[in-house]
């Protein structure tokens, strides 16, 4: 197996791995929190963040939901690898579950708050679904590394 697939399939050695799933969770709520191009185009917002906005509303509704599935599975596998994946027996870690799951929730509900956004409950069961699969295909990751290892 690769150094590089087992730098991200077994727990991390080095103490500052949390950073990366908490810095993958500020861009995504950085993505999310954005508005749609028609509002930054009646603020007469930063041409840059129009363009960017413009890129990620830019192709079907259905496939922005869709979307959720691999940005939560990466999420949650982060936070897996963080924790060292799931205990033997187990098919998750129980703190990368929590963490994922509270965060897509959160997610999801801010986005209320923002100018152009709503609460989607297609969002939600992609974030949900996005996380279990994230989880279990890590776990899974380990148990085929350590029986190839046996």
């Known amino acids: ?66 979307s959720h599935f691999p940005l939560f599975a990466g999420l949650a596998w982060l936070w897996s690898w963080h ?8 098919f998750f870690h129980g703190k990368a579950l929590g963490i994922a799951m509270t965060y897509g929730i959160l997610n999801e509900c801010i986005q209320v708050l923002l100018p152009t956004r709503f609460l989607s409950t297609g969002d939600l069961m992609m974030n949900a679904a996005g996380v279990l699969f994230g989880l279990w295909i890590h776990g899974w990751a380990l148990r085929s590394k350590s029986l190839g290892a046996n």
């Not at 028609?38 to 922005?64: N, R, V």
């Not at 924790?83 to 187990?90: Q, T």
């Open 83 to 90: 924790y060292g994946g799931p205990r033997s027996g187990k």
């Open 1 to 66: 197996m690769s150094r590089f697939l087992q730098f991200w399939i077994q727990k991390p050695e080095f103490m500052g791995s949390w950073a990366l799933p908490v810095g993958y969770m500020i861009v995504l709520q950085l993505l999310t929190g954005i508005p749609k191009p028609e509002y930054l185009e009646l603020l007469e917002g930063p041409e840059s963040l129009w363009e960017l906005s413009k890129i990620i509303y830019d192709y079907p509704y259905y496939l922005q939901d869709l």
